[in-house]
C-alpha cells in the first residue's frame, strides 16, 4: 500500500496533535508568557515579591516561557481582582499577586465583582505580619504617645476597603488611638515619599516584607520606629505571638481588649492568607496542577530562596495552594454577627 507525501504529512500533523493534547502543559505554555497582575503600584512588597517569584517560576514551566509583571493599581487590589474574575483568559497564562481582599468581599461593597472562593489558588511566597510605623522623628513614639497627644497623627491610605485603612481603623477602634487616616495614597512607594516629605507622619498595615525590602534604606538610616505589630499565628495557642524580628513591638492581640479579638482574627485573615497568587475561575484542573507545581518548586529552589533572603532579609514560609484555597473557602464562611463587625469597622 502506497503512502502518498500528502497522506504523510497529514499523519504527522495528526500525531503532532494528539502528543500537544496528550501533554497540556506544553501545549499551554510553549513559547508563551505568563502574566503575573499585582494590584498596587511599582515598588512596593506585593511588586517586589511578584517580580523576584517571575524570575524564577518560569524555570519549571514547560516549554521556557517567559513572565512579565504588571501594575494595575485601585481600590486596595479590587480593580485587579475584578479584572482577573470578569477578564482574563481562563487559560492559565494570566495570575494575580493579590493584595487581601477579603474584608472589601465580605462587607458587600458594591465596586467588588469577584469571589474569591471561585478563584484558583497558586499558593503563596509567604504569610505575613502587618506593622504600623511612624517617622522615628515625629512626636510619635509609641501608642501611648499618640493617645495622649492633643494632636492626631495623619497616616496615609488607598481606599477604604484596602489593608492600610482597615489595620488603622483596627487600631483605633480596639486601641483608642484616633488616627487621622487620609485617601488616596496608592502603594507603599507612594505613602513612603509622602511621609518622606512631611506630608503624613506615618502609615499602617504594611508588611514585614515590605519594611526590609521597599523601606530598607529607612532602616539603615534609622528613620522609622514601628508601633505595633500584628504578630504570627499560633496554633497552639489560638493566638498572635510576635514576630523574631519584632521582639520588642506589641502585637494588637495582647495590648487590644479580649472583646475584640474576633473582629482582630477577621482582618488578620489576609495575613495568614500573605501574599498570594491566584489564577481565574475555571482554569482546567490540569494547568492548575501544573502552576502549583511550578511555583511550588520554585519557591523551595535554592536560588529562589538565597534571592528572596538577600532581597527581605527574612525567610519566607510558602504555602501550597491546595491548602491555601480551603483556608479561604473557610474564611470566608462567617456568620451575619462577623459582617456587622466588620461593615462597622470600615464604615459600610
Known amino acids: 500500500m502506497r503512502v502518498t507525501r500528502i497522506g504523510l504529512v ?24 505568563l502574566r503575573i497582575i499585582v494590584g498596587s503600584s511599582p515598588g512596593g512588597g506585593f511588586d517586589i515579591h511578584a517580580r523576584t517569584l517571575a524570575r524564577h517560576i518560569v524555570k519549571y514551566l514547560p516549554g521556557s516561557p517567559k513572565a512579565i509583571v504588571q501594575n494595575m493599581p485601585g481600590g486596595g487590589g479590587v480593580r485587579a481582582a475584578n479584572y482577573l474574575y470578569n477578564v482574563a483568559k481562563p487559560d492559565g497564562l494570566t495570575i494575580l499577586a493579590s493584595i487581601p481582599i477579603h474584608v472589601q468581599q465580605l462587607v458587600g461593597r458594591e465596586e467588588v465583582r469577584y469571589d474569591l472562593k471561585s478563584f484558583r489558588w497558586i499558593g503563596n511566597t509567604t504569610s505575613e505580619v502587618m506593622v504600623a510605623l511612624v517617622r522615628s522623628d515625629t512626636p510619635y513614639g509609641s501608642l501611648d ?20 485603612y482597615q489595620f488603622s481603623a483596627l487600631l483605633n477602634r480596639t486601641l483608642g488611638t484616633k ?17 518622606e516629605s512631611g506630608e503624613l507622619d506615618g502609615f499602617a498595615g504594611t508588611n514585614l516584607t515590605a519594611v526590609f525590602s521597599a523601606l530598607r534604606d ?38 487590644a481588649p479580649p472583646k475584640h479579638r474576633r473582629l482582630i482574627n477577621l482582618v488578620h485573615a489576609g495575613q495568614v492568607m500573605g501574599r498570594p497568587y491566584v489564577a481565574p475561575p475555571k482554569v482546567p484542573e490540569s494547568r492548575i496542577k501544573i502552576l502549583r507545581d511550578a511555583f511550588w518548586t520554585a519557591v ?13 532579609k527574612i525567610s519566607l514560609d510558602p504555602v501550597r495552594g491546595e491548602v491555601l484555597e480551603m483556608f479561604v473557602k473557610n474564611t470566608m464562611t462567617v456568620s451575619p454577627q462577623d459582617v456587622a463587625l466588620l461593615k462597622k469597622l470600615i464604615k459600610k
Open 10 to 33: 497529514g499523519v504527522i500533523v495528526m500525531v503532532a496533535v494528539l502528543i500537544a493534547t496528550a501533554q497540556p502543559g506544553v501545549a499551554f505554555t510553549q513559547g508563551k508568557t
Open 145 to 164: 504617645t499618640i493617645k495622649a497627644s492633643s494632636k492626631a497623627p495623619n497616616f496615609g491610605y488607598n481606599s477604604m476597603g484596602d489593608i492600610s
Open 179 to 195: 488616627i487621622h487616616l487620609i485617601a488616596g495614597y496608592r502603594g507603599t512607594s507612594i505613602v513612603k515619599h509622602a511621609v
Open 218 to 255: 529607612w532602616l539603615q538610616k534609622n528613620y522609622l520606629t514601628i508601633l505595633v505589630q500584628s504578630g504570627t499565628w499560633d496554633p497552639k495557642t489560638s493566638s498572635y505571638k510576635r514576630h523574631p524580628l519584632l521582639k520588642n513591638v506589641p502585637t494588637i492581640w495582647e495590648l
Open 300 to 312: 523551595n529552589s535554592k536560588k529562589y530562596m538565597k534571592e528572596a533572603k538577600r532581597i527581605f
